[in-house]
Structures are given as structure tokens and as C-alpha cells.
């Protein structure tokens, strides 16, 4: 596989971190966790104006007609400006709902005129009732639930998984504090939802396991995009802050310590977009590539992260500094879409 980006992905990734730097500056990110806002209006539609929502819906629905290793390169971005929002959520359901025949919301969706977040942990589960699927139990860990207008839903029922698209208002949404201080999260309770066969999206396994497999690997690419901005934010730290009459980076363990940092983030980025490629084209090793990118990098990058605090010292353990912002974020990126302890015994249970 090539890992060379195109020009037209490095142009999006140029135009990301460049809007990004402008509209979503940290006393935004500050300001949002303070008012409880899921979304900031004008943040959304600048992500909408540059595509981000419709960059994997066909052309012929009003998309881009790119894939997941272009999700990947606007959700590293987001991930280094700690932006909150459902861009990825909106964007990977646009991709999906392409994938599995359903059509009819792929414009909304590619304009940002509707939001769709993933609720694809917790006890879901579903019961057959005619050609119905009534839901019960609840999804936990849903990014800004109180702003999307549909979930998809992951359900177990006694025919297998199911993969659901739900109306948000059809449900009740309590809002959970977690650690994660840039985005919000919310616990979905579905009381016996009644859903129409067309609303089940998908009840092959298959489907449902590369929904799963992709949403870690944008977890990933989040979590890399956090570890870059840390890395930056270290190395200025440390050219500038002085011990012993000599700037920090000057010395040998603080280079080593920084070496470190960096050779995780190579390998983290060759995990994350080789397993993006793969799942695009399809490979035999898709899922296997995706569990790897999940675990290393999201266990790499919240080291990292305590790695990047211990040398910025006490200005690290302030709440003024924004470090705090970045390590919150990758710690709650661990645990999203199977914690690496998880994957690993995935992968041993698929390499045996």
C-alpha cells in the first residue's frame, strides 16, 4: 500500500488545521465544557462549508465519494485542536448508511443539516415483535446526544446483532460526566422503541464488525492527532524553560524522553492509516489491522500524554494550561471502542 497522501488529501488536511487553528481556539473548547454545549453553530457549519460531513457520501448524493483514510485525516485534525462535535460521528454514519443501500438521508447528512452520533456501546438489546424491532436497555458513552437527530445503534438480539437507525427524539438522553472535559457525553435509554424493518440496517455480522473496526480507527486517528499537539506543546516547553542555566531539551534524558514521543507517534500514524486503507479496500487483514491501530496507538498516546505532563512539570497540573485538555481527551480515547487490553485479546483469539 502507497502511504503517501495524494495533493487533494493534503490539501484537506491543510484546509482542516488551518480552519481549526482560526475557529477553534482552546478558550472555545474552554468555554463550550463550561456552558455544556455539545456543538458550537459556527464551528459546525465551517466543518460543513469544508465538506467534513459528506466527505465519504457518494457524489451522486451531494458527497465527496472519498473514504475512511480521508475521515482519518479530519479526524486527526480534530483531535489536535480537541474539537468538540459529532463531525466524525456524522461523517463514518454517512459512510455507512452508502455502504448498506440507504440513501434517503445521505444529503442532509453531507450538507450538516442533520447530525447523527454512534451508540455503539452498552446492553442494547432488541426483540422481535412481527417484522418490528422494539429496543430496550440503554447505549453508554454517545458523543453529544442531545444534538444529533438520529443514533445508530448497535442491538443484541437472539437472531444476532442488529445495526439500527434510530430517531434521537424517540429517546431519552441523560448527560454523564467523564473526564473528557473537550466533548459531551451522554448514556441513550431506549424503553422499548418499536423500529420498522427499513430502520434496521444491517443484520450481518460482517457489517455490523466493520462499523466497529472503523469507528476505532477514528478513534485512533483522533488520539494521534492528540499526541501530535502534545509533542508540539512539549518541545516548545522545553526550549524555552530553563534548569541549571540550560534549556530543559538540552539535556540528554529530557531528548530521549522526547525521542520516545515521536517514535510512538510513527509507528501510531502507520497502525492507524494502514488499517484505514485496509478497511477501504477491503483486505483479509482489515480487522486485524483495525484492533492494532486501536490498541497501540490509543494506549501510546495516553503514555504519552503523562509523559508530556511530567516534563512540562507544575504548569502541566495547572487548570489554566491546556495540557490537561489534551490528556483527558486520550485517556477517554483508550476506552472508546474497546480498551487496548480488549483488542489484544482480540487479536490473539484471531491470529490463533
Not at 502507497?2 to 480552519?19: I, N, P, W
Not at 489554566?320 to 476506552?335: I, P, S
Request: proline share 3%.
Amino acid at each position: 500500500m502507497d502511504f503517501e497522501l495524494t495533493e487533494e488529501q493534503a490539501a484537506l488536511r491543510e484546509v482542516s488545521r488551518g480552519m481549526l487553528a482560526v475557529s477553534c481556539p482552546s478558550h472555545l473548547v474552554r468555554s463550550l465544557a463550561v456552558s455544556g454545549q455539545d456543538v458550537d453553530d459556527k464551528l459546525w457549519q465551517r466543518g460543513t462549508e469544508l465538506g467534513w460531513t459528506g466527505l465519504a457520501v457518494p457524489d451522486q448524493h451531494d458527497g465527496a465519494g472519498q473514504g475512511l483514510v480521508e475521515l482519518c485525516l479530519v479526524a486527526e485534525e480534530i483531535g489536535r485542536a480537541a474539537a468538540p462535535g459529532p463531525f466524525a460521528d456524522s461523517a463514518l454514519t454517512g459512510l455507512v448508511l452508502a455502504r448498506l443501500g440507504r440513501p434517503e438521508l445521505l444529503p442532509a447528512l453531507a450538507a450538516g443539516d442533520l447530525k447523527a452520533s454512534l451508540a455503539c456501546h452498552g446492553p442494547a438489546t432488541g426483540r422481535y415483535d412481527g417484522a418490528d424491532l422494539v429496543l430496550r436497555g440503554h447505549a453508554t458513552a454517545v458523543q453529544s446526544a442531545a444534538a444529533a437527530d438520529w443514533l445508530l445503534v448497535t442491538a443484541v438480539t437472539d437472531q444476532g446483532g442488529r445495526l439500527v437507525l434510530v430517531d434521537r427524539a424517540r429517546t431519552t438522553v441523560e448527560a454523564r460526566r467523564t473526564l473528557d472535559e473537550t466533548r459531551r457525553w451522554y448514556d441513550v435509554v431506549l424503553d422499548g422503541i418499536r423500529v420498522r424493518a427499513p430502520d434496521v440496517i444491517a443484520a450481518d455480522q460482517a457489517d455490523i464488525q466493520w462499523l466497529a473496526d472503523a469507528a476505532a480507527v477514528l478513534s485512533a486517528a483522533d488520539s494521534l492527532g492528540v499526541g501530535e499537539r502534545l509533542l508540539e506543546m512539549t518541545v516548545g516547553h522545553v526550549k524555552v524553560r530553563e534548569q541549571f542555566g540550560r534549556p530543559l531539551g538540552s539535556f540528554q534524558s529530557m531528548k530521549h524522553k522526547l525521542s520516545g514521543m515521536l517514535t510512538t507517534l510513527k509507528g501510531a500514524r502507520a497502525a492507524t492509516y494502514y488499517a484505514a486503507m485496509a478497511l477501504d479496500a477491503g483486505v483479509a487483514d482489515a480487522t486485524v489491522a483495525a484492533s492494532v491501530a486501536k490498541a497501540f496507538t490509543a494506549e501510546g498516546v495516553a503514555t504519552l500524554a503523562g509523559e508530556a505532563l511530567q516534563a512540562h512539570g507544575g504548569i502541566g497540573f495547572t487548570w489554566e494550561h491546556d495540557l490537561h485538555l489534551y490528556l483527558r481527551r486520550a485517556k477517554v480515547n483508550e476506552m472508546l471502542y474497546g480498551a487496548p487490553a480488549e483488542h489484544y485479546e482480540r487479536l490473539v483469539a484471531l491470529l490463533e
